[in-house]
């Protein structure tokens, strides 16, 4: 199942922790099924407590053979195996095919019904790959060593080495030589002292990281609340400076059409002209001046040709004239070249 980083977000710290413990078991599986068995964890004699007729015993290797200690200390206990007798544990070995260091275990729970004759809810059990010397090769045929202990034996063994006050770093089966082979206790879900510290410091890792997401999604929506609120302190200074661009771009357009307006022909050229072209009988009601152009509307005696007396003054007609009985509109301006 693939999950989407909006999905690791939203989700609360517990189910976090959960997932992060169960991809880091599932990825140091994997890289344990690639090493050689020599290199997987001491495999060397080590300590191992007993239960003696309900007397805790130490088994110490030493120089010169085992070293008994009886009723020992919490403090010289810890670290220590403690080794099951072997009468209450079922030992079997059988070819099995190997998809993964990871999925062994799960696969076994599955045929487990099959495989022994005990239900996987009545029993604890743990498995040991003959690799061959070399590691492990996904889906291929191994020779396994499957070991159960019912449920009920190991909470007992629990309960009686609570009442001494120690917790053993695995509850295994240990041969005379004082090696240590399969884990009950890591199999039912317990943890030793060490397993406890690993997973409290992981859990550390967990909310450190969890934390440093949090302060970083914090620092950037403050300093977006901040980069926002900026923006809004100069919304009126910007509304300011536009207003004033609006205004110097409308006075440079007036301006630039104050100078086309002084550059073309003058309206006093305009009117002179007229004046001399149109005789006292014509009478103006409306002049209108368009730069080069000059539009005049007015009244003439019947049988007078204002357009051509406009022509006459050297004038050009813009528009056809339009006669209305005695009223006339037209629109005259200045030849080009005309200075």
Not at 171 to 181: K, M, T
Not at 233 to 242: F, Y
Not at 298 to 324: K, Q, R, S
Request: hydrophobic share 45%; glycine share 10%; no cysteine.
């Amino acid at each position: 199942m693939t999950m989407k980083f909006r999905d690791l977000m939203q989700m609360d710290m517990a189910t976090l922790g959960r997932q992060l413990s169960r991809g880091l078991s599932w990825w140091i599986g994997e890289l344990r099924g690639m090493l050689p068995a020599r290199w997987r964890g001491p495999s060397g004699p080590r300590a191992f407590l007993t239960l003696e007729a309900g007397r805790l015993v130490l088994h110490r290797p030493s120089p010169a053979g085992w070293t008994r200690i009886e009723a020992p200390t919490r403090k010289a206990a810890a670290g220590a195996v403690f080794a099951v007798p072997p009468e209450s544990v079922l030992v079997g070995e059988f070819d099995y095919p190997v998809p993964s260091p990871a999925d062994l275990a799960r696969m076994i729970e599955l045929d487990l019904d099959r495989l022994t004759p005990f239900r996987p809810a009545d029993v604890v059990f743990d498995v040991m790959v003959d690799t061959g010397g070399g590691g492990l090769a996904r889906g291929v045929m191994r020779r396994i060593t499957l070991a159960l202990m019912r449920r009920d034996d190991l909470d007992a063994l629990k309960a009686q080495l609570a009442t001494h006050r120690v917790a053993p770093a695995a509850i295994a089966l240990v041969s005379a030589e004082g090696r240590a082979r399969f884990d009950f206790q890591k199999a039912a879900g317990g943890t030793s002292a060490t397993g406890r510290w690993r997973t409290r410091l992981w859990l550390l890792v967990g909310l450190l990281v969890a934390l440093n997401i949090g302060i970083a999604v914090v620092r950037d929506r403050t300093a977006l609340d901040r980069l926002r609120d900026q923006v809004e302190g100069q919304r009126p200074l910007a509304q300011r400076i536009a207003a004033l661009r609006r205004g110097v771009t409308a006075e440079d357009e007036r301006r630039a059409a104050f100078v086309a307006l002084k550059q073309g022909p003058g309206a006093l050229d305009l009117l002179q002209r007229l004046t001399v072209a149109l005789p006292d009988g014509v009478w103006l009601e409306s002049l209108d001046w368009q730069g080069r152009d000059i539009r005049i509307a007015g009244h003439a005696p019947a049988g007078t040709d204002v357009a051509a007396l406009v022509a006459a003054a050297g004038l050009e007609v813009a528009a056809p004239a339009a006669w209305d009985g005695e009223r006339f509109d037209l629109t005259a301006r200045l030849p080009e070249g005309t200075p």
